[in-house]
């Protein structure tokens, strides 16, 4: 659905099993007084009530399988993508399911469903996705409604186990499910960052449950097989470097870096939408793999034997393992103490205790994972071309320098030319309105403007005259200011409306973006009410955060509102997709 879509309620009836097709009734008529986008809500929502009543009469259509729910929290897209693979694997099971985000639907529905499979992840602190934090809200109070002892679930989620909060989402829906009086299926699959054979297995165990093999309809034959991308997360493209600049000027604590990528032979596999990530997989530090070989006496000439096979260790360690966290599985494999967590792997293997042979090195290793960047610039603006803004993850830990691997891989390692594997990560939730005159209200500091920039190249090639609002900042205009040449460029052509620069560190008073929200409420505010969307990129634990709360006392200020007024309001925005984040 587009950002202009008011139909959110429709995806009610696809939760219970049911959807609305293009013979499906019209409920209002053609002459009753509410404009298109409000009659088409209202078709959507009486249609949904309709699918409900007749699922909850019949218990689904008995030829196509019985009733399945599949619901899905998901930040990045992983549980969504996982989500339409369960319905495909359902129906060779005896199930015809229906697939929605779970924030589409209401808690009391779930009465009505006798089978129920969620896939959700965690991402930050242990919070839930943004489209799943309303229903994890309403589930997790304390006057959520009871639920039925027919109402059979199964949870998998899906995080990172460095996180002291790992799968925290999952977990609470889990076990708050059974609180209310549902029945678990099967347990609860909590998968780390290399989640597909853990959920594999828990799509298994899910069916072959006693809840689920006793009420499978007859099953379908497997749907004809789809051919994916040519790229994606397990088969990169690989990408050659053209450009890694610095953005950040002498004197900021930051290093930033604009690269961009070719995509040339790439074909439509490749091709992005602004509001997209991609997905890079980064090398290993050279130095910090032969320290780790040195202080464990190896050689690097060792086999081991990896999940995809066989594979020398030097070049394992190179390009295919983690070689900075620590996780549950590193403490077990290697008999350390519970607390070895908040170290790193060179930690634990300077302090010379332990005597791990090549195989038990790499086992106590995870697999290394690519790293997802907001994509910032515009295809239409450069065909056959793909751009980020990358900030150098630099920092010191027990007395010791350390950094990230992907982002200095691609600001200092990867030369001018050199190859590095991508693939689009397509965003569902974080794009563009269709309509090009609905006014964009754009908040994003440091790194957090890249996806910015790519939707201001877009407006810019496509003429919109929808009106732009920038809100940018960082600690110091003199050398924080990034792309200045080519916001001030937008501002002076009338591509940007507004722009509303905060610099934390310049004047005696910091200054942020969220202060400068308030400053403007009543300007954001009259925005808001004539229709703009409204996007947040960047830090999701303060920024964000701090915006959301900036936000809701501009509502309430300027709009006459209660907090709880308020708070419904942004849930209003949210639900139209007029208030969209990429946070991380």
Not at 374 to 391: C, F, K, M, Q
Request: glycine content about 8%; some cysteine.
């Amino acid at each position: 659905m587009t950002a202009q879509d008011p139909n959110i309620l429709q995806n009610l009836a696809l939760a219970i099993g049911q959807t609305q097709s293009p013979a499906s009734p019209e409920f209002i008529p053609e002459d009753a007084p509410f404009d298109p986008a409000q009659r088409h809500w209202l078709n959507g929502l009486l249609t949904g009530l309709h699918a409900i009543a007749a699922s909850a009469t019949t218990g689904g259509d008995a030829e196509s399988g019985t009733a399945l729910c599949v619901l899905y929290g998901s930040q990045s897209g992983n549980c969504e993508s996982l989500s339409k693979d369960l319905r495909k694997f359902a129906r060779t099971q005896g199930f015809e399911a229906s697939v929605a985000a779970l924030d589409d639907i209401e808690l009391s529905d779930l009465a009505s469903v006798s089978h129920l499979l969620i896939l959700a992840a965690t991402f930050g602190e242990g919070e839930p996705t943004d489209n799943s934090a309303r229903f994890h809200s309403a589930l997790m109070a304390e006057g959520a409604p009871a639920l039925p002892t027919s109402l059979n679930f199964s949870v998998c989620g899906l995080g990172d186990s460095s996180y002291a909060e790992f799968n925290k989402a999952a977990r609470d829906i889990d076990s708050r499910l059974e609180e209310l009086g549902a029945t678990r299926a099967a347990p609860l699959t909590a998968c780390d960052l290399d989640f597909e054979e853990d959920y594999a297995n828990w799509k298994a165990a899910a069916f072959e449950s006693d809840a689920f093999r006793s009420a499978a309809g007859s099953a379908a034959a497997p749907e004809p097989v789809e051919i994916g991308p040519a790229f994606d997360k397990n088969t990169p493209f690989m990408a050659s470097l053209m450009v890694s600049q610095r953005l950040s000027g002498a004197g900021s604590a930051k290093c930033v870096n604009h690269v961009e990528l070719s995509l040339a032979g790439g074909g439509e596999d490749l091709n992005y939408s602004v509001g997209d990530a991609l997905g890079v997989w980064p090398v290993n530090d050279p130095a910090e793999v032969a320290e780790i070989l040195a202080v464990s006496g190896l050689s690097g000439r060792e086999t081991v034997q990896l999940k995809s096979g066989p594979a020398q260790l030097r070049p394992a360690l190179l390009t295919r393992l983690d070689l900075t966290t620590v996780t549950p599985k590193t403490v077990e494999r290697w008999g350390l103490a519970e607390n070895s967590c908040d170290a790193q792997v060179i930690d634990l293997l300077r302090r010379g205790n332990l005597l791990l042979d090549a195989q038990g090195l790499a086992d106590g290793l995870r697999p290394l994972q690519p790293r997802l960047y907001s994509i910032s610039s515009s295809p239409a603006a450069h065909p056959g071309e793909v751009h980020l803004t990358v900030g150098e993850v630099r920092y010191e830990k027990n007395d010791t320098p350390r950094q990230g691997v992907a982002s200095t891989y691609l600001g200092e390692r990867l030369a001018q030319g050199g190859m590095v594997g991508v693939y689009v990560q397509r965003s569902a939730h974080f794009h563009l309105p269709d309509d090009d005159t609905r006014p964009l209200i754009m908040i994003g500091p440091g790194t957090g403007i890249a996806p910015f920039r790519a939707f201001l190249e877009d407006r810019a090639a496509r003429g919109s005259t929808g009106k732009n609002w920038l809100f940018f900042g960082d600690q110091h205009e003199a050398c924080d200011y990034l792309y200045r040449d080519q916001i001030e460029d937008w501002r002076d052509s009338g591509v940007l409306t507004r722009t509303s620069l905060a610099w934390s560190r310049d004047g005696t008073d910091k200054v942020y973006v969220q202060t400068l929200l308030e400053r403007d409420g009543a300007d954001i505010y009259r925005w808001l009410e004539d229709g703009a969307a409204i996007y947040i990129c960047g830090d999701a634990a303060r920024m964000a955060a701090d915006v959301e709360q900036a936000l809701l006392r501009v509502i309430a200020e300027h709009g006459g509102l209660s907090p709880s007024e308020a708070a419904a309001y942004l849930e209003r925005l949210s639900g139209d997709h007029r208030y969209q984040r990429d946070v991380y």
